[in-house]
């Protein structure tokens, strides 16, 4: 008798045993299949970041800092298809158009607002009757495209232009603003729109036949036509080709 209840007791611990054991095993296993994955949407996967939040990386096509927007090349512009008056009141009439590489997240009509600004300040290139200008929709003398930096180069390498994707040109006709620094500038002039204005007046200029020029002197202020993008040389920034009491701002020529 005492040992049928011993039999009987030993039994019931086995079976307590392997219950407990199938549900731990069950439980681990629901675990591995409902972790989630570390893959996140359209494929993009999720790491953490030295701040140990869950970051989210995708593979896409950006521009080369990430400060920058995102943006892709694509070749193709988007051209303003409105005309402006002629600004300025004497001297040789260029007409411009403007177009902006499609991909490139800029609003066509706000560049082309913004160029007709620069063009139409009297501290720029229209000061003393040097020349005036109009946005035209066909036939223009000037043509300036607002692209991305492998478009750019494309253009420019093609004319003998390095511009690495860094930098801006002038071909001919043709102004191709690089979009990289059309977003984020140059750390040397500290204000943006200053710099959006420098490379304006700097590439027209160009076209009208100014070459470079360099710093005059530590502390005075740079020539617009001084390669600002690199270096200011211990000139202080300046966008525009004269002063604000209407003087030439120059400096000596310049072998780069």
């Known amino acids: 008798m005492g040992i049928a209840v011993l039999l009987v007791l030993a039994l019931a611990l086995w079976a307590v045993k392997s219950v407990a054991s199938g549900e731990?095993?069950?439980?681990?296993t629901s675990s591995s299949t409902s972790a989630p994955s570390s893959q996140g949407k359209d494929g993009a996967s999720d790491t953490k970041g030295e701040d140990g939040k869950e970051k989210q990386t995708k593979k896409a096509t950006r521009s080369a800092s990430p400060t920058l927007p995102?943006?892709?090349?694509?070749?193709e512009y988007e051209k303003v298809s409105t005309e402006s008056k002629?600004?300025?009141?004497?001297?040789q009439l260029v007409t411009y158009s403007v177009e902006v590489e499609k991909g490139s997240g800029v609003d066509p009509e706000k560049f082309a607002s913004f160029v007709d600004t620069v063009l139409d300040n009297p501290r720029g290139w229209t000061a003393d009757s040097g020349a005036r200008f109009q946005r035209v929709t066909e036939g223009a003398d000037l043509r300036l495209h607002l692209a991305t930096p492998d478009t750019v180069d494309d253009f420019c390498y093609a004319a003998?232009?390095?511009t690495l994707g860094k930098v801006s040109c002038t071909?001919?006709?043709?102004?191709?603003?690089?979009?990289?620094?059309?977003?984020?500038?140059?750390?040397?002039v500290d204000d943006l729109k200053t710099y959006r204005q420098y490379l304006i007046n700097h590439e027209v200029?160009?076209?009208?036949?100014?070459?470079h020029e360099a710093c005059p002197g530590k502390g005075e202020v740079a020539p617009v036509m001084l390669q600002q993008t690199f270096s200011l040389d211990g000139c202080k920034p300046n966008a525009w080709p004269r002063a604000a009491d209407g003087s030439e701002i120059h400096g000596p020529p310049s072998n780069e």
């Open 24 to 28: 731990d095993t069950e439980a681990a």
């Open 70 to 75: 995102p943006y892709h090349s694509t070749g």
């Open 86 to 91: 002629v600004r300025g009141t004497g001297g």
């Open 160 to 162: 003998g232009f390095k």
């Open 171 to 188: 071909v001919g006709p043709d102004v191709m603003f690089n979009l990289d620094r059309w977003y984020i500038g140059v750390d040397q």
């Open 205 to 211: 200029g160009h076209y009208l036949g100014h070459g």
